[in-house]
């Protein structure tokens, strides 16, 4: 009964979104049938960091726009480590510019924590979202042989359309990350035989305002309580006070406490 409600929650979310038919995918559809590719960056001989990274710039919110998987955002730990780990945070809508700015901004800059992490958020110029998906991959290469950081602690998240991607690029490729946040996001809706074979060991936190429209609150609901009787780790947060947008006032320490818990 709970995989059928949940396919059908996710359904009213496509119909929200723009729809899953033919001519308009939504981005989890496209996603989920993505197939991890193979590094699309060229390494040193020998190791080393290849020519192309701009060096990392600290104390401030750096926009990567000239090395092959650019362009995105990537704000650097305080203090560098092998250890640090990675988030990538996919932004809502399209995946503008100014979405990425804004999840940055609401969901990120404050948390308690956030100097111990490298934050990358994607944003999309020449093609949305929905078109792009996959250069999230590339991404995740580039960023690893530019600034380096723990290949196991790397997290995949986003928030409303960046959110269905993110739960969807974990579908194609859950051995590259170490967890799996939603604020909100969702299962594309051919994801329940998957769940219990690839989740298995991967937490997921699922989040949404409480004021949030009345489709992604149940379903986001509904998702969380379809992982746990899978016997996945999952967590349900409800965020006081905020609707599917999260305002400045929102405490972002919630994630940070999440994926600090991890490592």
């Not at 049938?33 to 590094?39: C, N, V």
């Not at 060229?42 to 060096?55: E, M, Q």
């Not at 990392?56 to 780990?85: G, N």
């Not at 020449?126 to 250069?135: E, K, P, Q």
Request: charged share 15%; hydrophobic share 45%; proline share 7%.
């Amino acid at each position: 009964m709970i995989l059928g409600l949940v396919t059908g929650a996710i359904g009213v979310i496509a119909i929200a979104c723009g729809g899953f038919g033919d001519g308009l995918a939504s981005p989890a559809n496209r996603a989920a049938m993505l197939t991890t590719p193979e590094a699309t960056i060229t390494l040193p001989v020998g190791g080393g960091v290849p020519t192309f990274c701009p060096p990392a710039e600290h104390s401030t919110l750096q926009d990567i726009v000239t090395t092959p998987a650019s362009p995105y955002f990537v704000q650097h730990p305080e203090v560098e480590a092998t250890s640090t780990p990675t988030v990538i945070f996919l932004p809502g809508g399209v995946g503008s510019k100014a979405s990425a700015v804004r999840v940055w901004a609401n969901l990120l800059s404050e948390g308690d924590g956030a100097e111990k992490f490298r934050l990358v958020i994607p944003y999309f110029e020449d093609a949305d979202l929905v078109d792009d998906t996959s250069r999230v991959f590339r991404i995740y290469d580039e960023v690893l042989a530019c600034y380096g950081g723990d290949a196991s602690q790397i997290h995949i998240a986003g928030t409303s359309n960046g959110g269905l991607a993110a739960f969807a690029i974990m579908m194609a490729a859950p051995d590259r990350f170490a967890s799996l946040l939603g604020a909100p996001g969702a299962f594309p809706n051919n994801a329940p035989a998957f769940v219990s074979e690839s989740l298995r060991d991967k937490p997921v936190f699922n989040g949404v305002g409480e004021n949030d429209v009345a489709f992604w609150k149940p379903t986001v609901k509904l998702t969380h309580a379809m992982l746990e009787a899978a016997g996945i780790g999952s967590v349900y947060v409800e965020f006081a006070d905020q609707g599917h947008r999260a305002n400045l006032a929102f405490d972002e320490t919630v994630f940070f406490d999440f994926w600090r818990g991890l490592n």
